[in-house]
């Protein structure tokens, strides 16, 4: 019995075409001569998707988008040739034949599409997205650095030095509470550079412990954590305090029990700490001398590219000082300084602020239109000292900003809500040697307020319009190594 010959498509499609070639070459009328051939072309169609792909900056990369000649097929058999684009432009990668390949230099998202031709006029396109990452520990910053100078932000009226009466409450105090050095003034490239500084893992020991990791912008760069984590999953002994309007602080010391003299001793303490970050200002040093990225920003932010622990602080606390809240709801009520809160607020944030700045004397330890304190305070949290702080029970108190989304509150973190801190001012303040002054009533014993339910409520939603959302999710804060 003979065996059979499977013939391939192409073929069968000309022999087909040879037969209606013939059939129609004896007529007088008809449009195709005896003597030409017609073949039936069939288009590559599409027959495997491609997934999405992900790149890194400054890592080579290749893909193969036929897959191993799986993308498309061709029932003609016919040999496929490929073109690509890639947009938006400037990834750095190309193309040749069916394969994207190259090392990415810009980050971002992009779209590739494929097409496919069989050489005789039919085609088919696909595409696939692709991500490229950033290169991993390098930041990413505009080439045009970012506005963090008085000179180049705008603070409105109420917060600009020299405010005086009409600008507010209490506004003319900011210009005395400023801790700003005059030979640290914030700087564009300064504040930009201690940004990344702000962002690095590097600075601790093992590489997992970053400022930020215990002073979230998202919560008013603090923690939601009661007691912050260290390098080596060990906890702090007191909570992470808030930084928005660290520089408006008088005696300019910072801590919570006002240990560190200035911003620029503060900050490099958490780095030396055994428990946040465990490294050495020697290590640090050494770390961020082997990153390239490191001595032009030390070069824009100092003049040349020296890189020691010295400037590291003055970097970190221009930063820190940058963090300025004043696009709150609160501030909206205020046009060229003067307030008008009936038309911002509320009635019930409006009851809220009366009671603050009037029978409830909030204002009393948190005044001005940054809600700052002017000394560290006893606010009776305790009859039997466990913590002294700055002595005698007496703590820093960081501006009230963004205290809605900065539970934990106190020192030690105790209260997991607004109504428990109300509580607390309204009738839980326990007597001591050093009460703050303010939370003595007139016979000497600890402040009792009698709020109604319905008046401490007032006084949350109030605190509540202190949260400055352009603050927390504003780029120029936000982690330049994603």
């Not at 069989?118 to 088919?124: A, I, K, L, P, W």
């Not at 912050?228 to 909570?239: A, E, I, K, M, N």
């Not at 900065?406 to 839980?428: C, E, I, K, N, W």
């Amino acid at each position: 019995m003979p065996s059979l010959i499977k013939l391939p498509s192409s073929f069968l499609t000309f022999a087909a075409a040879l037969l209606i070639a013939g059939c129609g070459g004896g007529g007088t009328g008809g449009s195709v001569s005896p003597n030409t051939v017609q073949l039936v072309n069939h288009s590559p169609v599409v027959a495997k998707t491609l997934a999405t792909q992900t790149a890194t900056v400054a890592s080579a990369f290749s893909f193969d988008t036929s897959q191993g000649g799986t993308t498309f097929t061709d029932s003609d058999g016919d040999a496929l040739i490929y073109s690509i684009s890639i947009t938006p432009s400037g990834s750095g990668l190309t193309a040749t034949a069916a394969v994207v390949s190259g090392t990415p230099t810009t980050a971002g998202s992009y779209s590739v599409a494929v097409t496919a031709a069989d050489g005789r006029g039919g085609s088919v396109s696909t595409s696939f997205s692709m991500t490229v990452l950033p290169q991993q520990g390098v930041p990413i910053l505009p080439a045009t650095a970012f506005s963090y100078s008085d000179a180049t932000i705008n603070l409105p009226a109420q917060f600009r030095a020299g405010a005086g009466p009409g600008a507010g409450p209490g506004a003319g105090n900011l210009a005395g509470a400023d801790n700003t050095p005059t030979d640290n003034v914030v700087s564009n490239a300064g504040a930009t550079l201690g940004r990344v500084l702000f962002y690095d893992k590097r600075l601790s020991v093992n590489d997992t412990v970053s400022c930020a990791s215990c002073h979230v912008q998202a919560n008013g760069f603090s923690d939601t954590r009661r007691f912050s984590v260290g390098f080596q999953g060990g906890l702090t002994t007191r909570h992470s305090m808030g930084l928005a309007n660290a520089r408006y602080y008088q005696n300019g010391r910072f801590f919570w029990d006002e240990r560190a003299a200035t911003a620029e001793v503060q900050v490099l303490q958490p780095i030396q700490n055994s428990t946040e970050m465990g490294s050495t200002l020697a290590q640090v040093v050494t770390k961020l001398s082997a990153q390239s990225f490191y001595g032009p920003l030390f070069t824009a932010a100092f003049g040349d590219a020296t890189i020691n622990s010295d400037r590291i602080a003055r970097a970190l606390a221009q930063f820190v000082r940058s963090i300025v809240s004043y696009r709150s709801k609160y501030d909206s009520a205020f046009v060229n300084g003067v307030a008008n809160f009936g038309a911002a607020l509320t009635a019930q944030e409006e009851q809220g602020r009366q009671l603050f700045e009037g029978a409830a004397r909030c204002d009393t330890c948190h005044g001005t239109v940054a809600h700052i304190a002017d000394s560290a305070k006893n606010n009776g949290l305790d009859a039997v000292l466990t913590d002294t702080g700055a002595g005698g029970g007496r703590f820093k108190s960081p501006s009230l900003r963004n205290i809605a989304v900065r539970a934990p509150y106190m020192h030690d973190g105790r209260f997991a809500t607004l109504d428990q801190v109300v509580q607390h001012y309204d009738s839980g303040v326990q007597d001591s040697p050093n009460l703050a002054p303010g939370l003595r009533a007139a016979d000497g014993s600890p402040r009792r307020l009698n709020l109604t339910a319905a008046q401490r409520q007032a006084l949350v939603a109030f605190l509540g319009t202190l949260t400055d959302t352009a603050l927390n999710t504003d780029p120029k804060f936000a982690d330049p190594f994603r």
